[in-house]
């Protein structure tokens, strides 16, 4: 296992330094001026001379390459430089955001693996029965929903019709306090709908997963043991279906990222969502490259995690890739 890692974190090094590259490659080629977004409305009167020394001060009057090096330079040692759009050091406004989005989008992923394993183990149990056709249907929809369609059908159902749960933001309106019972109600609608989003890839493994282990012949003789189906279904089945499963858990990173983004835009969820928006828009290239590198890295410890989690559910497997 540690050797696995050790070889992962290798490999994520250049991984991580052609990504960056390539942000700042595609933000040089952008139509975008970034000094006329620094400058806002300003910038429409500043004489050319004043635009010229806002670009010296941001940067990014420099080439394409000693432009990402000296922020690659700095980001080694912890200095992630400052925000244009922000006005803020990158370093502190992704650490006041992230937080937030780490939170929903680790609810939601919980959510999704508990709700798409325990329908999907239920509907294996009678493949092509009721329940199976139901829960098959819903999933193949939800599949094909974009997720800010699901989250504003949500808010028109539960906030506006029924006025049941908050439409979004982290507090009550008029609240300047942070509380726990607030924050608890907030999450719920954004997390669901993230997470019921995401659910129906963990169904439909597990569904098929477990229903194959059921036709497997050391199942078979523990049904000829006696055993209940119950102790059948959860003692041995489960763990062969389960592990199809694991390698989801990976894959499904990239796609938990971008949901969670358009979550956050449409629940108006403080999270990192509106800095990566601000960040693209206005080519702000310490933070566009910054939350570039965070994604990437996400994306790189969710397959190490599910490979970690194959590896320990088989050891079979082993710990060789």
Known sequence: MARMTGRRLLFAAP????????????????????????????GLTASQETLDQLRANLGVD????????????????GDLGESGVMRRPVAE??????????????????????????????????????????????????????VFWLGLLAIWFFALRLDVLP??????????????????????LPAAVLGVSQSPWFYLYVRQGVADALEEDPVRG????????RTVLLGHAWRSGMLPMLTLIGSRVPE?????????????????????????????????????????????LGNLLSDLLYGLADPRVGFDG
């Open 93 to 146: 406004v992704i650490t006041e955001r992230l937080g937030w989005s780490l939170l929903l989008a680790t609810t939601a992923f919980l959510l999704a693996i508990l709700l798409g394993t325990a329908l999907g183990v239920a509907a294996a149990r009678r493949p092509g029965g009721l329940l199976d056709r139901c829960v098959s249907t819903v999933a193949y929809t939800l599949e094909a929903a974009p």
């Open 167 to 188: 439409a979004g933001g982290l507090t009550d309106s008029g609240s300047d306090i942070v509380t726990f019972g607030q924050v608890t109600s907030h999450l719920v």
């Open 15 to 42: 991984v991580l330094l052609v990504v960056t590259f390539g942000v700042f490659a595609v933000a040089a080629a952008s139509p975008f001026d970034p000094v006329k977004a620094y400058a806002g409305t300003a």
């Open 222 to 229: 523990a049904r000829a043991r006696g055993l209940s189906e």
């Open 256 to 300: 938990l990222i971008t949901g969670a983004l358009l979550i956050e835009t449409v629940f108006s969820w403080p999270g990192i969502a509106a800095a990566t928006v601000e960040a693209a828009t206005s080519v702000d290239f310490p933070l566009l490259a910054a939350l570039t590198v965070l994604a990437t890295a996400a994306v790189l």
């Open 62 to 77: 420099q080439a394409l390459v000693p432009r990402w090096w000296e922020w690659l330079t700095s980001a080694v040692t």
